[in-house]
């Protein structure tokens, strides 16, 4: 099976802060892989080196096969795109939907907008009737399936996930998820999810990596992290954290 | 156990241009010595409970309530001078984020010395004492050091540490807590609880924790409300929390993912119109 992404020895430098420290991965195609750690870890920033979004300061990314130098061609984000954490602020707030969802499709100039626009909104379980409404008059919920709608749009091949549902309700967690692995189970996509939660992220991967202070800490498959056939300390912590409070 | 807090059938109401709405609809609970969880999800009303107590609903809202008492107090008849005394003194409120619910620009130490000399007549030198003291109840390692630091100089789990003991300096016997460990990295909130959890303990406080985490809260509290649309559908001690009746605190429960339970899909909630009712 051949990488969808493959990363090697990256480094990001914000001024003299070592944001990402030689960190290496390598995610199959087809393959759901999760990035786990505390804020300040490095996974949201490793999300953002391969869409482009921050510099790399040495070491390669390759997607599907093809080395990134410092830019991306259009090409590049009709097989990578990404769904941001916040949708409340990942939506522009005096665009209606289908102004929204019509962007990409003006930018990588896509002539059959019209079905488009009616599949993508169909698939994410919205309709027609949520077209023309703005983000605001949208639940979170809502809004979440907007933002995966907008980026299902192109027909990549790749998603990049950062953290998808941590401003969501629990209950609307729960469908926002079962939605993301519907439409990769249909359309056969590559995920690269990052998550503090491991409970989500051993639901939605079937491989993933530790993070801590811009390194990799482990790399692990779900079933070990959910056997706790684990090395290191720091991943054992997170896993303890995980099942609630222990008075003591 | 003594009450501390009794409410019945409380109501919060917001005017707004397309009519009036109800935000919390006829909450009635009581609270001791314990650890109280009030759990639902946004749009719940589970924030609007905690700040009606606290008295801190917006003024344009209206609240009503068959009976609001503090120890005795009548919370609704106060005027806004016993209630003031009363806020931060007796009654204390942690918030979701320190890094908006702190000054910005007022060093942590002067924050909590502010807080205590509002509501006693210390002196400055035995003000600053007593909040070094606090700073290191809450497990700050170097209290002088964060005494003169500002809040966009700490994390978030030291900021909360700060909050918590602003909020503790003057000795409160409730203590309301809106969401305090959710802005926070999943092991720094349980340090953050496990201090809070200490000191309520040592304290004898009554404690009102807000959240939407159910798992949570279940774990921390004594007692569990669980509020959906404005409304209690269920109470029930947090031990008992997995023979929950109400289908909503089930669908709650069973929603999240888990590490270990394989189900895909994930259950959903199928929202029925007669819980809000």
Same mark, same amino acid.
């Given at each position: 099976?051949?990488?969808?992404?493959?990363?090697?020895?990256?480094?990001?430098?914000?001024?003299?802060?070592?944001?990402?420290?030689?960190?290496?991965?390598?995610?199959?195609?087809?393959?759901?892989?999760?990035?786990?750690?505390?804020?300040?870890?490095?996974?949201?920033?490793?999300?953002?080196?391969?869409?482009?979004?921050?510099?790399?300061?040495?070491?390669?990314?390759?997607?599907?096969?093809?080395?990134?130098?410092?830019?991306?061609?259009?090409?590049?984000?009709?097989?990578?795109?990404?769904?941001?954490?916040?949708?409340?602020?990942?939506?522009?707030?005096?665009?209606?939907?289908?102004?929204?969802?019509?962007?990409?499709?003006?930018?990588?100039?896509?002539?059959?907008?019209?079905?488009?626009?009616?599949?993508?909104?169909?698939?994410?379980?919205?309709?027609?009737?949520?077209?023309?409404?703005?983000?605001?008059?949208?639940?979170?919920?809502?809004?979440?399936?907007?933002?995966?709608?907008?980026?299902?749009?192109?027909?990549?091949?790749?998603?990049?996930?950062?953290?998808?549902?941590?401003?969501?309700?629990?209950?609307?967690?729960?469908?926002?998820?079962?939605?993301?692995?519907?439409?990769?189970?249909?359309?056969?996509?590559?995920?690269?999810?990052?998550?503090?939660?491991?409970?989500?992220?051993?639901?939605?991967?079937?491989?993933?990596?530790?993070?801590?202070?811009?390194?990799?800490?482990?790399?692990?498959?779900?079933?070990?992290?959910?056997?706790?056939?684990?090395?290191?300390?720091?991943?054992?912590?997170?896993?303890?954290?995980?099942?609630?409070?222990?008075?003591? | 156990?003594?009450?501390?807090?009794?409410?019945?059938?409380?109501?919060?109401?917001?005017?707004?241009?397309?009519?009036?709405?109800?935000?919390?609809?006829?909450?009635?609970?009581?609270?001791?010595?314990?650890?109280?969880?009030?759990?639902?999800?946004?749009?719940?009303?589970?924030?609007?409970?905690?700040?009606?107590?606290?008295?801190?609903?917006?003024?344009?809202?209206?609240?009503?309530?068959?009976?609001?008492?503090? $120890?005795?107090?009548?919370?609704?008849?106060?005027?806004?001078?016993?209630?003031?005394?009363?806020?931060?003194?007796?009654?204390?409120?942690?918030?979701? $984020?320190?890094?908006?619910?702190?000054?910005?620009?007022?060093?942590?130490?002067?924050?909590?010395?502010?807080?205590?000399?509002?509501?006693?007549?210390?002196?400055?030198?035995?003000?600053?004492?007593?909040?070094?003291?606090?700073?290191?109840?809450?497990?700050?390692?170097?209290?002088?050091?964060?005494?003169?630091?500002?809040?966009?100089?700490?994390?978030?789990?030291?900021?909360?540490?700060?909050?918590?003991?602003?909020?503790?300096?003057?000795?409160?016997?409730?203590?309301?807590?809106?969401?305090?460990?959710?802005?926070?990295?999943?092991?720094?909130?349980?340090?953050?609880? =496990?201090?809070?959890?200490?000191?309520?303990?040592?304290?004898?406080? =009554?404690?009102?924790?807000?959240?939407?985490?159910?798992?949570?809260?279940?774990?921390?509290?004594?007692?569990?409300?669980?509020?959906?649309?404005?409304?209690?559908?269920?109470?029930?001690?947090?031990?008992?929390?997995?023979?929950?009746?109400?289908?909503?605190?089930?669908?709650?429960?069973?929603?999240?993912?888990?590490?270990?339970?394989?189900?895909?899909?994930?259950?959903?909630?199928?929202?029925?119109?007669?819980?809000?009712?």
């Amino acid at each position: 099976m051949t990488s969808a992404i493959s990363i090697e020895r990256l480094e990001v430098v914000f001024d003299r802060f070592r944001a990402l420290k030689g960190v290496s991965l390598d995610v199959k195609e087809g393959e759901s892989y999760g990035l786990v750690g505390e804020s300040g870890s490095g996974k949201s920033t490793l999300l953002r080196a391969i869409a482009g979004l921050a510099p790399a300061a040495s070491g390669t990314i390759a997607v599907n096969g093809k080395t990134l130098g410092r830019g991306r061609d259009k090409a590049f984000y009709r097989d990578v795109q990404m769904v941001f954490q916040d949708p409340y602020g990942s939506l522009h707030p005096r665009q209606t939907v289908d102004r929204l969802l019509q962007e990409p499709l003006a930018i990588h100039g896509i002539a059959d907008g019209e079905k488009r626009i009616e599949r993508a909104l169909d698939e994410v379980g919205l309709g027609n009737g949520f077209r023309f409404r703005y983000a605001h008059q949208l639940s979170g919920g809502q809004r979440q399936r907007v933002a995966i709608a907008r980026a299902l749009i192109l027909e990549p091949s790749i998603l990049l996930l950062d953290e998808p549902t941590s401003a969501l309700d629990a209950s609307v967690q729960a469908e926002v998820l079962n939605l993301l692995e519907e439409v990769r189970r249909r359309r056969k996509l590559t995920f690269l999810m990052v998550s503090h939660d491991l409970a989500i992220i051993t639901h939605m991967c079937e491989r993933l990596m530790v993070m801590q202070n811009g390194e990799a800490v482990e790399n692990l498959t779900a079933s070990q992290l959910i056997g706790h056939r684990v090395e290191k300390d720091y991943t054992r912590n997170l896993l303890r954290a995980s099942e609630g409070f222990v008075r003591g | 156990m003594s009450t501390l807090l009794d409410v019945e059938d409380l109501r919060v109401t917001f005017p707004t241009r397309t009519g009036l709405i109800e935000a919390v609809r006829g909450v009635s609970f009581s609270l001791g010595r314990e650890r109280l969880g009030i759990v639902g999800e946004s749009g719940s009303g589970k924030s609007q409970t905690g700040r009606a107590i606290m008295g801190l609903t917006p003024p344009q809202a209206r609240i009503s309530a068959d009976k609001l008492s503090f $120890d005795g107090i009548d919370l609704l008849a106060a005027s806004p001078r016993e209630r003031r005394a009363l806020r931060g003194k007796r009654i204390a409120m942690i918030l979701q $984020d320190p890094k908006y619910s702190l000054d910005p620009v007022m060093s942590i130490g002067r924050q909590i010395v502010e807080t205590l000399r509002t509501h006693e007549k210390v002196s400055k030198a035995e003000a600053r004492e007593r909040a070094l003291a606090m700073l290191e109840a809450v497990q700050i390692r170097d209290p002088r050091r964060v005494f003169d630091l500002h809040p966009h100089e700490v994390s978030g789990g030291m900021g909360q540490r700060a909050m918590i003991a602003m909020m503790l300096i003057a000795g409160p016997e409730m203590m309301i807590a809106d969401e305090p460990t959710s802005a926070l990295d999943v092991t720094v909130q349980l340090d953050v609880l =496990g201090i809070l959890d200490r000191l309520v303990a040592e304290r004898g406080m =009554g404690l009102i924790f807000i959240s939407h985490d159910l798992r949570l809260v279940s774990s921390f509290c004594d007692r569990v409300i669980v509020m959906y649309a404005g409304k209690v559908v269920e109470q029930l001690k947090a031990s008992e929390l997995s023979q929950a009746q109400h289908p909503y605190t089930r669908g709650l429960l069973n929603c999240m993912p888990r590490i270990g339970f394989e189900r895909h899909p994930l259950p959903v909630l199928d929202r029925k119109p007669e819980w809000a009712a």
